[in-house]
C-alpha cells in the first residue's frame, strides 16, 4: 500500500521560498502515475497547485503557474514543491498525493505559515 | 477552468437519515470525471468515488454516487456518526486544472 509523507519547513518569511518534499513508500514512483500537490488555507476549501509524471513532465494550477516548480528525485523516491515569493495567502496545510486524474493516496498534510 | 459549485454549503441531519449532496459544473465534465472525497478534522481527504459512480476500495455500499454532464449527486443513506463531516467534489476531465467544489458540511442535528 502506498504511502506518502511530507516534510518541510512549518515557517517561512514573506518573501521568500516554500520547500516542501513528499516521501514515497511502497510504491516505486519512477514506475508510473502522476503525482500532485493540493493545499488548503485555514477553514478553507482545497487547491490543486501541480503534478509531476514519473517522466517528469509536469502541469501546474494556471493561477500559481509563475511561482511553482515541481521536481523529482527518483533515487529517494520523493518528489518536491517549491512555491516562491510567497505571502500570508500562501499559508496552508499542503498535501502531496498520487494523481490518477483524482487522488486516491494522500500525506497526512503539513501546515506552512508565512509570517516574519 | 471549471468552476465546481456544490450545494447545500451545509446541513443539519440526525443519525440514521439519508442525506443528498449536490455538484453542479459550469461546464460538462469529460468522461464524467468527476470524484468525491470525504475530509474529516484533522485528516487528509478521502476519496469515496471516482469516474461519477465508482465506489473506491473499502467505502460502504451507504454511499452511492450518480451524476453526468454538469450534474453530480453524493447520496449517504443511514447515517452513522463518522459520516458527520465535510465533503469535496472534484473534476478531473480533459486537461488541467483539477479542480474542487468547495464543500459541503454535513452536521448532526
Known amino acids: 500500500q502506498v504511502q506518502l509523507q511530507e516534510s518541510g519547513p512549518g515557517l517561512v518569511r514573506p518573501a521568500e521560498t516554500l520547500s516542501l518534499t513528499c516521501s514515497v513508500s511502497g510504491y516505486s514512483i519512477s514506475h508510473s502515475f502522476y503525482w500532485g500537490w493540493i493545499r488548503q488555507p485555514p477553514g478553507k476549501g482545497l487547491e490543486w497547485i501541480g503534478s509531476?509524471?514519473?517522466?517528469?513532465?509536469?502541469y501546474y494550477n494556471p493561477s500559481l503557474r509563475s511561482r511553482v516548480t515541481l521536481s523529482l528525485d527518483t533515487s529517494k523516491n520523493q518528489f518536491s514543491l517549491k512555491l516562491s515569493s510567497v505571502t500570508a495567502a500562501d499559508t496552508a496545510v499542503y498535501y502531496c498525493a498520487r494523481d490518477r486524474g483524482y487522488f486516491d493516496s494522500w500525506g497526512q498534510g503539513t501546515l506552512v505559515t508565512v509570517s516574519s | 477552468e471549471i468552476v465546481l459549485t456544490q450545494s447545500p454549503g451545509s446541513l443539519s441531519l440526525s443519525p440514521g437519515e439519508t442525506v443528498t449532496l449536490s455538484c453542479r459544473a459550469s461546464?460538462?465534465?469529460?468522461?464524467?470525471?468527476l470524484a468525491w472525497y470525504q475530509q474529516k478534522p484533522g485528516q487528509a481527504p478521502k476519496v469515496l468515488f471516482y469516474g461519477a459512480s465508482t465506489r473506491a476500495t473499502g467505502i460502504p455500499d451507504r454511499f452511492s454516487a450518480s451524476g453526468s454532464g454538469t450534474d453530480f449527486t453524493l447520496t449517504i443513506s443511514r447515517l452513522e456518526p463518522e459520516d458527520f463531516t465535510v465533503y469535496y467534489c472534484?473534476?478531473?476531465?480533459?486537461?488541467?486544472?483539477?479542480?474542487f467544489g468547495q464543500g459541503t458540511k454535513v452536521e448532526i442535528k
Open positions: 472534484q473534476q478531473y476531465g480533459g486537461s488541467p486544472p483539477w479542480t
Open positions: 509531476i509524471y514519473h517522466s517528469g513532465n509536469t
Open positions: 461546464q460538462s465534465v469529460s468522461s464524467n470525471y
